[in-house]
């Protein structure tokens, strides 16, 4: 197989969060496609310290979106300043719009202790760095990515949250499983609504802004 540098570029610069979704089912073989492709992202120590769980069960969807609902009401109620609730309401859609998704992976990180900070703490506590969350976390986060890009290459809307995490207990109870995992994010996935649609392309920052070379 054979793609062009441009226009694997060309087709990671399109993905788009897309949340404006209708929830007809998704093929199980797109879906075990979609989630495969996270599995080859790399990971630190090649520990694959990942679980998804995909949730296609409209109840337990639902569910999962009243339980981050619930929790985005307690917290308003909270909110004593207007100016503070009328940011926070803008904000609430980014936190509960996906009871439209055919499916939302559930994404688990197992924490683990990266090799360098084992010997470390072994052997040279007095130099000991913290590299176990960071390395279990962009090993997770790196297995989304590659996750939304398949589900772009399929065509379908996706959306990468952290947002219905406030309710991260509530929800690590409908669908954590056995062991040591923790809820990191969720990604949504389902077909784009072509009546709604996002309106525009996020701006990027410019490339001089944001990359510098040493030559
Ligand atoms: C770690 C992370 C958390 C995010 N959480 C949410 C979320 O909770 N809700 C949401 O609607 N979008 C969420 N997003 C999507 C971002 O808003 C989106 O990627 C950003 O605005 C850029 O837009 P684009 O993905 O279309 O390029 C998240 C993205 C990342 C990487």
Redesign the pocket.
């Known amino acids: 197989m054979v793609i062009e540098p441009e226009d694997f570029v060309e087709f990671v610069k399109t993905?788009?969060?897309?949340?404006a979704m209708s929830p007809e089912p998704i093929p199980r073989e797109h879906l075990d496609a979609i989630v495969e492709s996270g599995l080859y992202a790399p990971s630190g120590s090649n520990q694959q310290p990942w679980h998804f769980a995909v949730v296609t069960n409209r109840d337990l969807i639902n569910k999962i979106k009243n339980a981050a609902a619930a929790r985005v009401a307690e917290i308003k109620a909270r909110i004593s300043s207007a100016s503070a609730a009328k940011s926070f309401d803008g904000y609430l859609?980014?936190?509960t719009?996906f009871d439209n998704s055919s499916a939302l992976i559930c994404c688990f990180v197992e924490p683990y202790r990266a090799l360098l900070e084992r010997l470390l703490s072994r052997y040279a506590p007095e130099l000991s760095v913290s590299t176990r969350e960071n390395a279990s976390i962009q090993s997770v986060?790196a297995a989304?990515e590659n996750i939304?890009l398949a589900a772009h290459a399929f065509g379908y809307a996706g959306?990468?949250?952290?947002?219905?995490?406030v309710a991260k207990q509530e929800i690590e109870a409908l669908v954590k499983p056995a062991g040591n995992w923790e809820l990191l994010?969720?990604i949504a996935l389902g077909h784009r609504d072509k009546n709604k649609g996002?309106t525009h392309?996020?701006a990027?920052r410019r490339r001089d802004e944001v990359v510098s070379y040493f030559t």
Do not use: D, H, K, N
Not at 15 to 19: D, G, K, T
């Open positions: 993905r788009r969060s897309v949340r859609q980014y936190i719009f986060a989304i939304l959306c990468w949250m952290t947002g219905p995490l994010a969720m996002e392309a996020p990027r």
